[in-house]
């Protein structure tokens, strides 16, 4: 039925689908914002096709745009991965109307599980257990108030039309509900294009198990097992493994038979995911059933043996499934954790940048989009890669997982590495205590979540490598200055400022701090972003960049950037309570609430800024009057740009 396929996607699943395409013989079309012009899967596809600027609205999320580029590239099938339109039924309908094949289910199912209101009163007819709440079309203030006091407290608010934690709050009492009602709007309307809300009753503590369906046109459906994705932040997955710890087989059968349930009461084809919770004592509900590909997926695929993206093209081009389900098999365990470009010390804060070093761990699967030289945008999510061990049993999945996650290296922006490392070594998961209060009951005192102090030896570290790449091009060339005795070096690592002493003895440099006794350290190797290391008694292998006249470099707790500064000015910082409001990222700004002259108390929201899908709220550091106002609305603003000053009232 095609031979050429186009993936209106981008990033690692984009990557995912070509691979597999070619493999099966396909061409493979991809698609491009003026932002991933050098992306990677720009260049594994046969070829590209650009489709507007960087913002996803005038790109990705552009239908006819995404259609004009399989006009011109003649392709007669798009897959559309996950996120962006992969659960538009617009865009399955129009693929379909201009004689596409689209990758997917068809448009009818898209719409009645795109909205959860009526998803959910699908699946109750359908008699799969659901979560008690409010799906009503009255969606007044007034109505829902009333609703969530009748449900009662805690419940979770949630975008009819969302996903992925966006418009999504937990409220636990009647004070917290207006703020909460008015950010979900807010977020569902900038996300999805809808602002219309259910509530539910909030089942605390709960495991998040989904199960993998597969439906064909001939009215086939299986299931291909369970995932459990219960380690959240944000409600955004960040820690997925199959099978679920706690499932057995009469609990698999009963969720299996009741997503293949889901399934057939929307006459589903192709991939798709019923979410349920799970509590401590076995019961299920229906959460949501997502219409695509789950990023999740490798999992399932690790397990089962089976490559669920040829399962979807095989459906799609009128194949029966595959497999019965009596065929399918789950084998061992698999483990998957997300990358995200953020830096966990910021609660989470999205971070952008260049890609400056690229090298995941070693004997794991590795799904990725990323390219040195390249960089992190903040166009898009901030998930960059994605890590999968398969082993015969859950610990030494999460063993072998845990030994690539540290070795994996990624310079140029912070990410959360070592925090995955601390949770897939913590011994409550190990135990398999999973559930998504996890990170909230567990990870409060993961060392990753504190700001980055070099110690003493990492300072040494890092000021040897300083002193090893200074060349006459840099500032750094005085070093070398060998016979002037000890040099006094000022280095800015991260956000401090350290001061050493540097003396040279032949190949081997004496590094102290003021009070501390000098440690020995000789560098050999050095090359290609990596060096040897001999600090004191100890060795070790270093990673390091160059760039913008600085070195980077990961010091096992994330990535820092070092700088000699010794001849620089003292950089001013503006203190806290200092009335300055700088932009904390890359975003645009999609809500101004305050005005020139108006007076604002310290806490309260000034702006909101959007960034990787996330809105963060701005808020005032200390009591004054908004003096300035230097960034207005759908402003597009870079990391640490002034937005807002704050004077003190006269008098």
């Not at 349920?276 to 949501?288: C, I, S, T, V």
């Not at 909101?608 to 809105?615: D, N, S």
Request: aromatic share 4%.
């Amino acid at each position: 039925m095609f031979s050429k396929i186009l993936i209106a996607n981008r990033g690692e699943i984009a990557c995912r689908v070509i691979t597999t395409a070619r493999r099966m013989g396909y061409r493979t079309v991809a698609v491009y914002s003026e932002a991933d012009a050098e992306a990677r899967h720009v260049r594994l596809a046969d070829e590209a096709v650009p489709i507007g600027p960087s913002p996803v609205g005038e790109s990705y999320l552009n239908i006819e745009r995404v259609l004009a580029a399989c006009r011109q590239s003649g392709a007669e099938a798009v897959h559309p991965g996950y996120g962006f339109l992969s659960e538009n039924e617009d865009f399955a309908q129009a693929c379909l109307d201009a004689d596409l094949v689209f990758i997917g289910p068809r448009p009818e199912a898209i719409r009645l599980m795109g909205s959860k209101r009526l998803a959910k009163l699908a699946m109750q007819q359908a008699g799969v257990p659901c979560v008690p709440g409010y799906d009503g079309e009255a969606q007044d203030d007034a109505t829902l108030r009333r609703e969530a006091e009748r449900i009662s407290y805690p419940l979770m608010i949630k975008a009819s039309a969302g996903g992925g934690g966006r418009g999504m709050r937990l409220v636990e009492s009647g004070d917290g509900f207006e703020p909460a009602l008015r950010t979900a709007r807010s977020e569902a309307l900038n996300a999805f294009g809808s602002d219309e809300l259910i509530l539910e009753r909030a089942i605390m503590r709960p495991r998040h198990v989904e199960i993998q369906v597969f439906g064909d046109s001939l009215g086939n459906v299986v299931h291909l097992g369970e995932r459990d994705c219960s380690i959240q932040r944000r409600h955004q997955k960040v820690v997925e493994e199959s099978p679920c710890p706690a499932m057995t087989p009469a609990l698999r059968a009963s969720m299996g038979a009741a997503a293949v349930a889901a399934a057939r009461a929307c006459d589903y084809v192709g991939a798709g995911t019923v979410e349920f919770l799970l509590d401590a004592q076995g019961a299920f509900y229906f959460l949501e059933m997502n219409t695509r590909l789950q990023v999740e997926h490798p999992v399932t695929e690790l397990v089962t043996g089976l490559d669920l993206v040829e399962w979807q093209l095989r459906v799609a081009a009128g194949e029966a499934l595959p497999l019965a389900q009596s065929d399918i098999r789950l084998d061992g365990h698999a483990i998957e954790v997300r990358l995200y470009a953020e830096d966990p010390a910021q609660q989470f804060l999205p971070q952008t940048g260049p890609v400056l070093a690229w090298r995941p761990g070693d004997g794991v699967r590795v799904d990725h989009g990323m390219v040195e030289g390249g960089a992190v945008s903040p166009y898009y999510d901030p998930m960059v890669a994605k890590l999968i061990a398969h082993g015969r049993t859950r610990d030494e999945a999460a063993r072998m997982l845990a030994r690539a996650v540290e070795d994996t290296v990624l310079l140029g922006v912070n990410h959360n590495r070592d925090f995955l490392a601390e949770v897939l070594r913590h011994p409550a998961f190990l135990a398999g205590d999973t559930h998504t209060g996890f990170i909230a009951d567990h990870m409060t005192a993961a060392a990753s979540l504190l700001p980055a102090v070099a110690t003493a030896e990492q300072v040494a570290l890092a000021a040897a490598l300083l002193h090893h790449l200074a060349t006459p091009a840099h500032a750094f060339a005085d070093w070398q200055r060998e016979r002037l005795g000890p040099q006094t070096r000022r280095l800015r690592i991260g956000e401090r400022e350290r001061v050493v002493a540097v003396a040279r003895d032949g190949e081997t440099l004496h590094i102290s701090e003021a009070g501390s006794p000098p440690l020995a350290v000789t560098l050999s190797a050095v090359g290609d972003g990596r060096c040897l290391a001999q600090c004191g008694e100890r060795r070790c292998e270093l990673a390091y960049a160059w760039f913008d006249g600085r070195l980077q470099l990961d010091l096992g707790h994330g990535n820092l950037p070092v700088e000699d500064v010794t001849h620089a000015p003292p950089q001013r910082q503006d203190a806290a309570g200092s009335g300055v409001v700088n932009a904390p990222m890359d975003g645009a700004v999609v809500d101004v609430r305050v005005v020139i002259g108006e007076r604002v108390s310290k806490g309260q929201t000034l702006l909101v800024l959007e960034a990787m899908k996330i809105e963060h709220q701005l808020k005032a550091d200390c009591d004054g009057v908004v003096g300035e106002l230097l960034a207005g609305l759908g402003v597009q603003v870079k990391r640490r740009q002034r937005l807002l000053t704050i004077a003190a009232e006269a008098g």
